[in-house]
């Protein structure tokens, strides 16, 4: 038991000096190539559709879905042409750092970056309905006034590893869908980027263990009190 406590103790540590360390860390992916450049144009006519209202046709836009992707632009372009703007009378630099792939449901569906975005989440949102299930128990448990008991620390701890597992999940996730981005989105003079410094679920889970053993030892405290009365 306590050498568990110590385990998770310094596993937080550990995560916490990562998270600080890492808080302005970012993962690049070179895109090898100049990429398609961007240009403005007409949309392909199945992003529109047509209505008939007396005896005049009118276009609108289909509703769009959009695919979000973090991007880092390069330092020196390659052609030496920049996105500019004028601020008070002074050029500036435009740098983009996320961009929203929108285009219609039809097609979205067919698009691998965004199928790949969602068949990851599956084992996320899973694990998230397993977590709900102990947090309905726990609560449960509590409305009986059995908070200090071994089966509650276990539920506890199960929801610390839970969430500890969602985290990494949440990781491997990222780093699937950046590198399938990598593959299909080629934009001119930026490379595909994504952040791993958000350790929120690593923190709540191992206080959670943290918890579920300050319980335990104080079920066994009680124990021995009453044993020795």
């Known amino acids: 038991m306590k050498k568990k406590l110590r385990l998770y103790c310094g596993l937080l540590a550990v995560v916490l000096v990562a998270a600080i360390v890492c808080n302005n860390f970012g993962l690049y992916v070179p895109t090898y190539n ?3 450049e961007l240009f403005f144009g007409e949309l392909p006519k199945d992003y529109e559709y047509s209505e008939i ?25 390659c052609d030496n042409r920049y996105l500019l703007c004028k601020v008070g009378g002074q050029t500036c630099r435009v740098d983009i750092r996320e961009i929203s ?24 949102w899973l694990l998230f309905a397993w977590l709900l ?6 609560l449960r448990s509590v409305k009986r ?22 985290q990494l999940l949440s990781f491997a996730r990222t780093c699937i869908v950046a590198h399938t981005c ?11 980027y994504w952040k791993l410094g958000d350790v929120t679920y690593f923190v709540i889970g191992l206080a ?3 918890l579920s053993q300050i319980i335990l030892m104080g079920k066994e405290l009680q124990e021995e009190q009453e044993l020795t009365i």
Do not use: C
Not at 61 to 70: A, T
Not at 145 to 156: D, H, M, N, Y
Not at 182 to 192: A, L, R, S, T, V
């Open 34 to 36: 100049e990429g398609e």
């Open 53 to 77: 209202k007396e005896n005049d046709t009118l276009t609108y836009p289909k509703k769009r879905e959009g695919f979000n992707v973090k991007v880092y632009p390069w330092y020196r372009m």
């Open 101 to 124: 792939l929108q285009m219609p449901w039809n097609r979205m569906v067919h698009f691998k970056p965004y199928i790949v975005s969602v068949v990851t989440r599956i084992p996320i």
């Open 133 to 138: 299930v102990i947090v309905f128990q726990v």
């Open 145 to 166: 006034s059995e908070v200090f008991v071994a089966r509650i620390a276990k539920k506890l701890e199960w929801a610390g590893i839970l969430l500890v597992v969602i």
């Open 182 to 192: 990598e593959q299909y989105i080629k934009i001119m003079n930026h490379d595909i």
């Open 208 to 210: 959670l263990m943290i």
